[in-house]
């Protein structure tokens, strides 16, 4: 059974202090590992799709590596703004049927940045 | 691009009725859509893939005669709440799947708040 795991389950910040939000997964054949911001009362936001290990990605302030078993969404001087929920969840490989493309997620990061 | 729209936003209902929610793909076609619940403070948990012209898969636990999903089209997929109970009540969320690069991506729908009384 896949498993996603995202620490710190909760994170509050000083503006323009980096950090770091882990995601660890279990996935047999990884075809895709996924991070999304969610704001409260609405659906989740694509941010990123990472593949292989060793890729990255950066849009603005927030940078998405990979590893072989952990992807990192790295935050550079945040500001309140980036206050959100961020969800990391993973796809296998194509398993057949009609579930193909489903996604497990894990439970999130609930990241305050204080002004 | 890949803008998913759900209607309503927002829905009230007795209990014992029924409740339509309709996702709608408005810039691109989806071959396949998924439909999520998610409970306070809780992530998304999947209910059911539904592919265009096809019978939905649901997720083990979901109750099919309950959650009636129909997929008419590329860009619509409709999931129905029958005879609805207040432990129905959450957030309903869809998404469609869009083929980039190497492999499927989902755009979420901003999501449908159920409340049954």
Known sequence: EDQVTQSPEALRLQEGESSSLNCSYTVSGLRGLFWYRQDPGKGPEFLFTLYSAGEEKEKERLKATLTKKESFLHITAPKPEDSATYLCAVQRGFAGGTSYGKLTFGQGTILTVHP | ?117
């Open chain 2, 1 to 117: 691009g890949a803008v998913v729209s759900q209607h309503p936003s927002r829905v009230i209902c007795k209990s014992g009725t029924s409740v339509k929610i309709e996702c709608r793909s408005l810039d691109f076609q989806a071959t396949t859509m998924f439909w999520y619940r998610q409970f306070p403070k809780q992530s998304l948990m999947l209910m059911a893939t539904s592919n265009e012209g096809s019978k939905a898969t649901y997720e083990q636990g979901v109750e099919k005669d309950k959650f009636l999903i129909n997929h008419a089209s590329l860009t619509l997929s409709t999931l129905t709440v029958t005879s609805a109970h207040p432990e129905d009540s959450s957030f309903y969320i869809c998404s469609a799947s869009l083929w980039l690069i190497h492999t499927d991506t989902q755009y979420f729908g901003p999501g449908t708040r159920l409340t049954v009384l």
